[in-house]
T-cell receptor, first 115, second 111 residues
Framework: DARVTQTPRHKVTEMGQEVTMRCQPILGHNTVFWYRQTMMQGLELLAYFRNRAPLDDSGMPKDRFSAEMPDATLATLKIQPSEPRDSAVYFC?????????????FGDGTRLSIL | AQSVTQPDIHITVSEGASLELRCNYSYGATPYLFWYVQSPGQGLQLLLKYFSGDTLVQGIKGFEAEFKRSQSSFNLRKPSVHWSDAAEYFCAVSGNTPLVFGKGTRLSVIA
């Protein structure tokens, strides 16, 4: 089965450090989503892309978060500088074609701990 | 804007018993509805989806869900729960925007 691949699976770092999370969407999928999951807030949509172009990043703190798709096989989410409140599980998901109503396929997430 | 409510935060059922997880949505037009399951340490896996047509949809792992427009509900059911069904279950709705997820229902299964 094709899968969304996220790296790293776990990341522990100190406050103020830059964090980069990577996602390889399923080949042929043209929509990519970034979510953050916490106990308090549940699943929050941070940003999403269609055909590598950012469509909506209103869920992201703009001053410290950035999301990009350098090419069709790689999406990145960066936090600089990181803060303890950024500790969460970050999920990437991809969708098969046009339309935000298409089922999304999730990676296994990056568990981020900021000390 | 669309929204999803999962009224039950945590449900415990006995193995072999039937299960129903509740989901209520808010959306002005016909929604696209989904149920996902998340096992510990893993991402979300699609169980089933409703786009149109038959209001009773079948999914993987023996799950089914029924769309009831009059009640704005999309409840998930399984006739006989297995211990491996213990997980977090998320209902999601989509219209013209990306998926909006409920807060989830954690299912515990006891012997």
């Amino acid at each position: 089965d094709a899968r969304v691949t996220q790296t790293p699976r776990h990341k522990v770092t100190e406050m103020g450090q830059e964090v980069t999370m990577r996602c390889q969407p399923i080949l042929g999928h043209n929509t990519v989503f970034w979510y953050r999951q916490t106990m308090m807030q549940g699943l929050e949509l941070l940003a999403y892309f269609r055909n590598r172009a950012p469509l909506d990043d209103s869920g992201m703190p703009k001053d410290r978060f950035s999301a990009e798709m350098p090419d069709a096989t790689l999406a990145t989410l960066k936090i600089q500088p990181s803060e303890p409140r950024d500790s969460a599980v970050y999920f990437c998901a991809s969708g098969p074609r046009e339309g935000a109503n298409q089922p999304q396929h999730f990676g296994d997430g990056t568990r981020l701990s900021i000390l | 804007a669309q929204s999803v409510t999962q009224p039950d935060i945590h449900i415990t059922v006995s193995e072999g018993a039937s299960l129903e997880l509740r989901c209520n949505y808010s959306y002005g037009a016909t929604p696209y509805l989904f149920w996902y399951v998340q096992s510990p340490g893993q991402g979300l896996q699609l169980l089933l989806k409703y786009f149109s047509g038959d209001t009773l949809v079948q999914g993987i792992k023996g799950f089914e869900a029924e769309f009831k427009r009059s009640q704005s509900s999309f409840n998930l059911r399984k006739p006989s729960v297995h211990w491996s069904d213990a997980a977090e279950y998320f209902c999601a709705v989509s219209g013209n925007t990306p998926l909006v997820f409920g807060k989830g229902t954690r299912l515990s299964v006891i012997a």
